[in-house]
T-cell receptor, first 114, second 118 residues
Framework: AQSVTQLDSQVPVFEEAPVELRCNYS??????LFWYVQYPNQGLQLLLKYLSGSTLVESINGFEAEFNKSQTSFHLRKPSVHISDTAEYFC????????????FGAGTRLFVKA | GAVVSQHPSRVICKSGTSVKIECRSLDFQATTMFWYRQFPKQSLMLMATSNEGSKATYEQGVEKDKFLINHASLTLSTLTVTSAHPEDSSFYIC??????????????FGPGTRLLVL
């Protein structure tokens, strides 16, 4: 069975500092990987995804994540965060052949301080 | 972009009543929709997979008689919480997979429905 581990429940960081949110997964088959962001009392928005090809994927708002198969990781990074990046971030995985069924990590609360 | 709506956004009901939550894909057809439940400060837990024209597939531990799912059309799935109790209070989120989506296509999430059972 697949699982997703987000190693940090909360990450406080000052504005304009770099940040990394860690995600590790386990699966016996090939996977697709996702990062979602959730603002208070809202649904999830897709931030970026890895389906195939280049292991480095980027979002339009400066986030990037790198798929590392040997370490089974998909860490999310941003070189300089803004106050508006404060939100809950979820790493998720779905297995090839799994019919779109997605398992989510526990989430990481990113809190950007002025 | 693909938009998924949920109605209502917030509902308060008395214990013992039933509540229906609608999930609609507004600009695409979805053969598969998912229903999730999220407790405060926790992750999403998949409750069931809803396929148009067939019975929903429930995850282990989810009571199918309590959480009735109907996927009557390619743009609408409903979740009915029957005989709701305070422990059913939660944030319910649906997602939809576009009909023409390639394998591994993105799910599009609704904004969620906050249910409070008194």
């Amino acid at each position: 069975a697949q699982s997703v581990t987000q190693l940090d429940s909360q990450v406080p960081v000052f504005e304009e500092a770099p940040v990394e949110l860690r995600c590790n997964y386990s699966s016996s088959v090939s996977v697709y990987l996702f990062w979602y962001v959730q603002y208070p009392n809202q649904g999830l928005q897709l931030l970026l995804k890895y389906l195939s090809g280049s292991t480095l994927v980027e979002s339009i708002n400066g986030f990037e994540a790198e798929f590392n198969k040997s370490q089974t990781s998909f860490h999310l990074r941003k070189p300089s965060v803004h106050i508006s990046d404060t939100a809950e971030y979820f790493c998720a995985v779905s297995e090839h052949g799994g019919g779109f069924k997605t398992i989510f990590g526990a989430g990481t609360r990113l809190f950007v301080k002025a | 972009g693909a938009v998924v709506s949920q109605h209502p956004s917030r509902v308060i009901c008395k214990s013992g009543t039933s509540v229906k939550i609608e999930c609609r894909s507004l600009d695409f057809q979805a053969t598969t929709m998912f229903w999730y439940r999220q407790f405060p400060k926790q992750s999403l837990m998949l409750m069931a997979t809803s396929n148009e024209g067939s019975k929903a597939t429930y995850e282990q531990g989810v009571e199918k008689d309590k959480f009735l799912i109907n996927h009557a059309s390619l743009t609408l799935s409903t979740l009915t919480v029957t005989s709701a109790h305070p422990e059913d209070s939660s944030f319910y989120i649906c997602s939809a997979v576009p009909r023409q989506g390639a394998f591994g296509e993105t799910q599009y999430f609704g904004p969620g429905t906050r249910l409070l059972v008194l």
